[in-house]
């Protein structure tokens, strides 16, 4: 379209089937061999529009549609025999506005976006007691309750300062951020018989509320560079409950090296870093809902590492 609006529109369109094989079955069973299932016509839009001013600067609009559709585990009840016929795929709607742009005689680089999206139809676990009401024969998933994700995300980078000619060719510092409100709606996991756990109103597992990050890159003769980067992340529930908490953490990093050509066909690139420069304890990553194992633990220590590459251009 004209005038610097563009405007990008699509429709996919999934069908999937699931097919099971009972390799263990035993003649003379009621249980039939074969279990299938299928999930048609999920039919996903996305549209965009998009506004450039002055060819620096853009604000656009986004939609998206998304489906997750139950995997094999989830459609059969082993116990039962059955497939669990009321199983619907759960959806994602996505709504986003944002902008980003080079300001400043494109010196500033900046990105900014603002997201809602709403996951309906979450699958959760239904527990089925034995007939005297004591224990848990087996339990199926079922669709039950819905999570509102809010967020934003933000990058910023400047260059102070730039030459052609002298020692240091670049100097950028450079931070982005994001802030992601999720919380469960109306959802909740049956344990057991007799215990069903609501989670409406706790925040999303697995997922910190606020990080960050803030550095400065310096590009210089001879293919040397440098960069410093300070990172920041939020402490996080690792159980749906909000029990269970992964605590906050900050992390200073560096590298150094040299990048450059040997000739032609030949670049290399070496370089020495250095990790976690304040020795804290933080992890590499967490499992949700997975106690006790669900906290990996990284070094509590400085850690120093270095490398080499070799590429050959053809």
Same mark, same amino acid.
């Given at each position: !379209?004209?005038?610097?609006? /563009?405007?990008?529109?699509?429709?996919?369109?999934?069908?999937?089937?699931?097919?099971?094989?009972?390799?263990?079955?035993?003649?003379?069973?009621?249980?039939?061999?074969?279990?299938?299932?299928?999930?048609?016509?999920?039919?996903?839009?996305?549209?965009?529009?998009?506004?450039?001013?002055?060819?620096?600067?853009?604000?656009?609009?986004?939609?998206?549609?998304?489906?997750?559709?139950?995997?094999? /585990?989830?459609?059969?009840?082993?116990?039962?025999?059955?497939?669990?016929?009321?199983?619907?795929?759960?959806?994602?709607?996505?709504?986003?506005?944002?902008?980003?742009?080079?300001?400043?005689?494109?010196?500033?680089?900046?990105?900014?976006?603002?997201?809602?999206?709403?996951?309906?139809?979450? !699958?959760?676990?239904?527990?089925?007691?034995?007939?005297?009401?004591?224990?848990?024969?087996?339990?199926?998933?079922?669709?039950?309750?819905?999570?509102?994700?809010?967020? !934003?995300?933000?990058?910023?980078?400047?260059?102070?300062?730039?030459?052609?000619?002298?020692?240091?060719?670049?100097?950028? &510092?450079?931070?982005?951020?994001?802030?992601?409100?999720?919380?469960?709606?109306?959802?909740?996991?049956?344990?057991?018989?007799?215990?069903?756990?609501?989670?409406?109103?706790?925040?999303?597992?697995?997922?910190?509320?606020?990080?960050?990050?803030?550095?400065?890159?310096?590009?210089?003769?001879?293919?040397?560079?440098?960069?410093?980067?300070?990172?920041?992340?939020?402490?996080?529930?690792?159980?749906?409950?909000?029990?269970?908490?992964?605590?906050?953490?900050?992390?200073?990093?560096?590298?150094?090296?040299?990048?450059?050509?040997? /000739?032609?066909?030949?670049?290399?690139?070496?370089?020495?870093?250095?990790?976690?420069?304040?020795?804290?304890?933080?992890?590499?990553?967490?499992?949700?809902?997975?106690?006790?194992?669900?906290?990996? &633990?990284? &070094?509590?220590?400085?850690?120093?590492?270095?490398?080499?590459?070799?590429?050959?251009?053809?």
């Amino acid at each position: !379209m004209g005038n610097d609006l /563009s405007v990008t529109a699509g429709i996919g369109i999934s069908n999937m089937g699931i097919e099971l094989n009972d390799r263990f079955f035993v003649a003379n069973s009621t249980k039939p061999t074969l279990y299938k299932t299928s999930y048609d016509g999920l039919v996903s839009p996305h549209v965009a529009i998009n506004k450039v001013f002055n060819k620096a600067v853009s604000v656009y609009a986004s939609y998206s549609k998304g489906y997750k559709a139950p995997v094999s /585990s989830y459609f059969y009840i082993p116990f039962t025999g059955e497939v669990n016929k009321d199983l619907k795929s759960e959806i994602g709607n996505q709504f986003e506005i944002g902008t980003k742009g080079n300001i400043v005689n494109d010196r500033l680089s900046y990105e900014l976006a603002v997201f809602y999206t709403k996951f309906s139809n979450k !699958m959760t676990a239904v527990a089925v007691p034995n007939a005297a009401n004591t224990a848990t024969l087996y339990s199926y998933m079922v669709n039950g309750g819905s999570q509102d994700h809010k967020g !934003m995300e933000a990058l910023l980078k400047y260059t102070v300062y730039q030459s052609g000619n002298g020692f240091f060719a670049k100097i950028r &510092p450079f931070v982005n951020m994001a802030y992601s409100d999720f919380k469960y709606k109306d959802f909740g996991i049956q344990k057991s018989i007799t215990v069903t756990e609501d989670y409406s109103g706790k925040a999303v597992a697995g997922v910190a509320k606020f990080t960050a990050n803030a550095g400065i890159d310096i590009l210089m003769k001879y293919g040397l560079y440098a960069n410093i980067a300070y990172s920041y992340k939020d402490g996080l529930p690792i159980s749906s409950d909000g029990v269970n908490k992964a605590g906050s953490f900050v992390l200073l990093n560096s590298k150094a090296g040299i990048n450059t050509s040997l /000739s032609k066909h030949f670049d290399i690139d070496i370089y020495f870093g250095v990790n976690n420069i304040t020795s804290v304890q933080y992890y590499y990553m967490v499992f949700v809902n997975q106690l006790p194992d669900a906290y990996l &633990p990284a &070094p509590n220590k400085v850690n120093y590492f270095g490398g080499a590459n070799l590429k050959y251009n053809f």
